[in-house]
């Protein structure tokens, strides 16, 4: 058997963490078992589907590097083989026309639930002669499709959770299409999925209870049923339904953000599966490497954010300042920061040594330029800053204009960070009195990299300048 697996969104929104998740279990049970990852985009609800959801889902999933081997298709274009099935499940007496008024249906509901009974649609329709059915689409009655729902438990098995049983009673006869050519969720996928191929249905536990609705379609037109597995649920922080706050931003905002597509990928896989030993740091070639199925586990998991953060700050560091640069240079979500680079004097060369010194404190691509901004703009600073202990202004002072004295004599070629420790050092034995009013003078923060490899970049005129501007300050 050639595995065929699926993501099928709805384009009622942006692809969320969530979302990805299930893209990429797909995706890695796909290139696991050498089979085919199709994308498959559910939009038929006319009304709440939007193209740039669509364009939202399609890049995200290519960010993220899940790239499909089939589609993407699209149900709306899909039509002519939803009226065929909708055609023969009527014909054989699976499915019927429903005539009944959304009033009517809420009267019925409410005379259920007072009778203590589980409201489920009363098959007035069920027996509906040919005659009156002719005469009521003669007269534009409106009208719905429901499907026959036997009486019965069925019992499905999930390769996660085994077997999971349904009492069909409580579900009834439930509307499968608006009309011929408008199918609903529960009709148009699983005839998408049996006409695709799909061996095996992997999505979140959420649609365990769609399952049956599903399968009652598949026996109906007698198809065999695929594999289900239903990976557990994904919980924001406090344990609760996702929110905004709690991890339902789209991927792209993660992106937008600095985060790294392997940092996301890396974070999702561990909800749910964890590869062997205690290792938290792998990656997707890895992960289809050691990928089972059966080792999902089922209990719900909580997003948990410092992870993500602790995560991506990993893969930040061990980026090549190249790529990290040219990710700045050409996404254009990066606009802002590519515009700061821009304007300032710098060569390639030290654009690298800057991103390094930046990575040392970042969490995200964004935050390694607010770092080391100092780089890129005139600043100022409260001149109790550049204190040391209980030195006053004045012996500050005096350690700067010491410190600028011995630079003066520096030649441009040894102006670099190892020369230039020699000289500093043995300026006196306390070397925070050196070393900090040097590094507020060339960053103007309390907290930043060493000022040694600071000057290196910023070159021998460019230090002299700012020590200038701490000294005056003093006076």
Known sequence: ???????????????????????????????????????????????????????????SLKWLNIFWDEGPFFQSER?????????????????????????????KRLNQITQGIAPRYDRTCLNLSSEIIKQKLSQGIPYVIRIKVPDQVLIFKDLLRGEIKFDLTLIGDFVIAKSETEPLFHLSTPIDDYYQ???????????????PKQIIVYRAMNWPLPFYAHIPLLLGETGGKLSKRHGAKSVLEYKKEGFLPEAINNFLILLGWHPKGDREIISLEEVIKQFE??????????????????LNRVYLRNKPNEEILKTVLEDEDFFDLKEFIKHFDYSQGEILKIIE?????????????????FFFQDFNYEKELLKWKNYSFEQIKESLQKVLTNLILVPEEKFNSSYLKQILDSLSEDKGYVYWPLRVALTGLQASPPPLEIMEILGKQKTLKLIEKAINLLS
Request: glycine share 6%.
């Open 293 to 310: 199925l059966k080792d999902v586990e089922v209990r719900p998991c909580v997003l948990n954010f410092k992870k993500l953060i602790w």
């Open 1 to 59: 058997m050639v595995v065929r697996v699926r993501f099928a969104p709805s384009p009622t929104g942006n692809l969320h963490l969530g979302g990805a998740r299930t893209a990429l279990f797909n995706f890695i049970f796909a290139k696991k078992n050498k089979g085919n990852f199709i994308l498959r985009i559910e939009d038929t609800d006319r009304e709440r589907s939007k193209k740039e959801f669509v364009d939202n889902i399609i890049e």
């Open 357 to 373: 010194l930046g990575k040392e404190r970042a969490t995200t691509l964004k935050e390694i330029f607010q770092s080391v901004n």
């Open 79 to 107: 039509t002519s083989i939803y009226l065929k099935v909708i055609e023969e499940l009527v014909s054989k007496g699976h499915a019927y026309r429903c005539f009944c008024t959304k009033e009517e249906l809420e009267q």
């Open 197 to 211: 191929g799909i061996t095996h249905i992997i999505r979140g536990a959420e649609h365990i209870s769609n399952t």
